[in-house]
């Protein structure tokens, strides 16, 4: 892959809602997808992910109907403004994907002694959410959707999938072909939160002292408009 279609695949990404086909995924497109997954950078080579492979329909149906019990306790907290908007964003595609993938973070793998972990214990659970980049950004490449779904109870898809007292899931992602790709991502194209621009969130030396970001950005112009 060239440079330009790299970027392209950064801000190409989405996470995909309403677009899934249902359609089967190809195994071979499922392997490289979780290999790209597997081959993120971890915390002292500990590798602390998992990924639960969910097709059943029992348990994504049993999960579907807790994330929309987690959606009306959230909405409940919003003003009437607020959840005018939020009514009008869809939140998962727990059915419509052709799998659900369960991530899940191990912090005692590699124990007792993590290298680079000794000060920061979050660092394995930065692991795995590398893991998870590596994992959308292929899919993205493969043109697969993934939606990361996070209106749910930690406790409740740990029993709903069976995992061990020490193992929390991290996130359970929807995959599956879809029909296309939006060219605005949801939040931003349904009025939820405005993209923020770069330039106020790069610092030089110490926080709080800007740079100059046009001359630090040379990205193909239709990604480079979307940095500012």
Request: aromatic share 4%.
């Given at each position: 892959m060239d440079r330009d279609s790299f970027y392209q695949v950064i801000f190409g990404r989405r996470d995909v809602r309403?677009?899934?086909t249902g359609a089967e995924l190809d195994s071979g497109v499922l392997g490289r997808v979780l290999a790209a997954a597997h081959g993120a950078p971890s915390v002292g080579m500990s590798q602390p992910w998992d990924f639960v492979l969910v097709e059943s329909e029992g348990t994504r149906r049993a999960f579907y109907e807790h994330v929309y019990e987690e959606r009306t306790t959230f909405e409940s907290m919003l003003d009437d403004d607020a959840r005018e908007r939020f009514?009008?964003?869809k939140i998962?595609?727990?059915?419509?994907?052709s799998l659900g993938i369960v991530v899940t973070y191990d912090p005692q793998r590699g124990s007792p002694h993590v290298l680079g972990r000794h000060?920061?214990?979050?660092a394995g659970l930065y692991s795995v959410c590398l893991a998870i980049e590596n994992l959308w950004l292929a899919a993205t490449a493969e043109s697969i959707g993934v939606g990361w779904v996070s209106f749910y109870r930690e406790d409740f898809l740990a029993d709903l999938?069976?995992?061990?007292?020490n193992i929390r899931p991290i996130a359970w992602l929807c995959l599956g072909p879809v029909t296309h790709f939006e060219q605005i991502p949801d939040l931003e194209r349904l009025n939820w939160q405005a993209r923020r621009p770069l330039r106020p969130h790069v610092h030089m030396g110490r926080f709080g002292e800007h740079v100059d970001i046009e001359?630090?950005?040379?990205?193909?112009?239709?990604v480079a408009e979307k940095t500012k």
């Open positions: 309403g677009q899934f009514q009008r964003i998962e595609g727990i059915l419509e994907a000060a920061i214990d979050d999938v069976g995992l061990p007292a001359r630090l950005v040379d990205l193909p112009g239709e």
